[in-house]
């Protein structure tokens, strides 16, 4: 117990010896140097995963027991109206399902605004 105290009382004498003082840092101007990319430019060749959602559902775990090879799943969206697009999870526009050779497409119908991306 004594070897603890010691050591607490030795602690806060270190602490009292230290030297403390105000950083003098220069100021920041918010300015851009011309002739210089944005920083956006760096970034303009990135992939980024753009998903489809066509609808979903809510089911009871026993209900999705049941699934199997031609069980289907009735969504909450009816035929014809727009699917929603996302960005990594994020909302940001609407669009119409359409048919490209053999695959499935998205004909955008709608970009969000900020107040609408991410609602559903």
């Known amino acids: ?3 603890e105290t010691d050591a607490a009382t030795d ?3 270190d602490t009292d010896n230290v030297d403390v ?4 840092l220069p100021r920041a101007e918010d300015e851009q140097i011309a002739g210089q990319p944005g920083q956006i430019d ?8 753009v998903s489809a959602q066509l609808g979903q559902v809510e089911m009871e775990v026993r209900e999705v027991l049941q699934v199997g090879p031609g069980s289907v799943l009735k969504l ?3 035929a ?3 699917i929603d697009l996302f960005l990594r999870g994020v909302r940001f526009a609407t669009g119409d399902l359409v048919v490209i050779g ?3 497409g998205v004909r955008v119908r709608e ?4 107040e609408g991306a991410g609602k559903h």
Not at 111 to 114: G, K, S
Request: hydrophobic residues 40%; negative net charge; aromatic residues 0%.
């Open 42 to 49: 760096i970034l303009m060749d990135t992939t980024i995963p």
């Open 102 to 104: 053999e695959q499935l």
């Open 21 to 24: 003082r105000d950083a003098e």
């Open 1 to 3: 117990m004594a070897d």
């Open 11 to 13: 602690q806060a004498a």
């Open 76 to 78: 909450d969206k009816q």
């Open 80 to 82: 014809g109206q727009p």
């Open 111 to 114: 970009v969000l605004t900020a």
